[in-house]
């Protein structure tokens, strides 16, 4: 059976990774089968590439999560579709990889954008996926270099499946409700209907438990420990044995709840990648609202 790989390493680990292969030494660059990817995204912006250029991880390649990791589709798709097969895999190589390669993912907002790249490339049959611990920001705190050239990696060759991890559509969401824990990584004022900045209804999927994403961090943006992690989820009525699905807005910061849940030792959850956005654009299905719940019916 094959070990399980980490899914978090520290700047220190990353540093010690690269240098391991002179990715960035005085003579030059080479063919490396460490692979740093920069996932910089905001919802309303500014735009990444922009921040990417300023400056990022040396040998890192700038990923596009709103055309590369995702689709455009209709409203009841969601606001980021997951993307079709093959165009992932023409993105991946563009990106420079190939079979086997490792991957270490980043972005300045704690690892809420970057694992929608760790769980995609991880769908598709990557099996070693990391997520920087901490983004940019321990990056710069270890005092590791910065740069501003822009690397274009030469085309990768990697064949890529989607099918290893587990998904829901509308109709497993709403079943998961009643078999197991699906859980809404969003912030907990948009799961109680009192804000709703982008979606065309307020509230959240009935039966949903309000579970935000961002409390699975500490003060300085690291993924808690895992002792922790795995004790707010029983709080929450996980067991190990518990099906649990999980949802956001739109499938971005989802990706960061199942890496916390797999972090804390749990198995991982199945992804809702249509989300909220999805949900909320169908008529047919009814809104929840407030803190216990309550079915909103549609409105």
């Known amino acids: 059976m094959a070990s399980v790989l980490p899914s978090l390493i ?5 540093d010690v990774a690269l240098g391991a292969e002179s990715l960035w030494s ?5 063919r490396s089968s460490w692979h740093v990817l920069d996932v910089r995204w905001k919802l309303g912006g500014p735009p990444g590439r922009e921040e990417f250029e ?8 700038y ?4 055309t590369e990791l995702a689709r455009h589709g209709a409203p009841i798709d969601g606001r980021h579709p997951l993307p079709d097969e093959s165009d992932f895999q023409a993105a991946a190589r563009r990106w420079g990889l190939d079979d086997g390669d490792s991957v270490v993912v980043y972005d300045d907002v704690s690892g809420t954008s970057a694992a929608r790249a760790w769980w995609l490339l991880r769908h598709a049959g990557v099996r070693d996926v990391r997520v920087l611990d901490g983004g940019l920001a321990a990056w710069r705190d270890a005092g590791m270099p910065i740069e501003t050239e822009t690397v274009t990696p030469a085309p990768g060759g990697i064949h890529l499946r989607f099918g290893a991890l587990p998904t829901l559509d509308a109709d497993g969401a709403a079943a998961l409700t009643h078999d197991g824990v699906l859980l809404d990584a969003r912030a907990a004022e948009r799961f109680r209907g009192e804000v709703e900045p982008v979606d065309p209804r307020p509230g959240h999927i009935p039966g949903a438990v309000s579970a935000p994403t961002t409390d699975n961090l500490d003060a ?10 795995a004790a707010r989820f029983a709080a929450l009525g996980i067991r190990p044995e518990t099906p649990v699905g999980v949802y956001c807005g739109s ?3 989802a990706a960061h709840e199942a890496l916390a849940l797999v972090t804390a030792g749990f198995p991982m959850p199945s992804l809702y990648a249509g989300s909220y956005s999805a949900w909320s654009n169908d008529p047919e299905r009814p809104v ?4 216990d719940g309550a079915d909103s019916g549609n409105r």
Do not use: E
């Open 10 to 14: 520290t700047a220190a680990a990353l």
């Open 26 to 30: 005085g003579a030059g660059r080479r």
């Open 54 to 61: 300023r400056g990022h991880i040396p040998g890192a390649v």
């Open 63 to 66: 990923v596009d999560l709103d």
């Open 220 to 229: 300085d943006g690291r993924m808690l420990p895992s002792d922790v992690l």
């Open 251 to 253: 499938g971005v910061t």
């Open 288 to 291: 929840a609202g407030g803190a």
